[in-house]
């Protein structure tokens, strides 16, 4: 890493080299899952392979926020709802998730929302990294005061809660 001065572009290479791990993390856990696995499903309404689905549309979500900030000169503003057949495709394929033949699509997609996140986190000044923004999530709720610093440390978290549900989900899986 390279020296910086400024102890935010600091915290900013910190939380976005753990993001990447968080990344590699997950796709190492679900390089462990067979194919016969992917619509496996347990309570938690997620086939496995649904999984990666959640995890990009969640990264997506983010990425309109940090737009959202960048777009309004991290002024409060409202999060513009998802078109709602989007989010119904992306609930229903969560619950179907995706066959072998789709995982490296999947991935895909799930590593380019991520590089868009990342990009624009990078574009940003050390101070507008940490500033809070009051942001309104959806129609009717209190804002909440968010940082594009949160927002990757969120997504850091994100990743790694869903490992261990992969390997669970793995593990739990009937063999064939």
């Not at 938690?44 to 309004?72: K, N």
Request: hydrophobic content about 40%; aromatic content about 8%.
């Amino acid at each position: 890493m390279a020296c910086v001065s400024d102890p935010r572009e600091a915290q900013r290479e910190r939380d976005l080299r753990e993001l990447f791990v968080a990344r590699g993390e997950f796709a190492t856990a679900f390089a462990g899952v067979e194919d016969g696995a992917l619509g496996y499903r347990d309570g938690s309404g997620y086939a496995l392979s649904g999984i990666v689905v959640h995890i990009t549309a969640t990264i997506d979500h983010y990425r309109r926020v940090l737009e959202g900030m960048i777009g309004t000169s991290f002024k409060a503003f409202a999060v513009q709802p998802q078109d709602p057949g989007v989010e119904a495709a992306h609930a229903k394929r969560v619950q179907e998730g995706f066959p072998a033949g789709e995982r490296d699509e999947a991935f895909a997609l799930l590593e380019s929302a991520h590089d868009d996140l990342a990009t624009a986190a990078l574009s940003l000044v050390p101070a507008d990294y940490v500033r809070n923004v009051p942001v309104t999530y959806k129609p009717g709720e209190a804002p909440h005061d968010t940082s594009p610093s949160d927002i990757v440390r969120w997504l850091t978290t994100h990743y790694r809660e869903h490992i261990a549900q992969i390997i669970g989900m793995s593990a739990a899986t009937p063999k064939r």
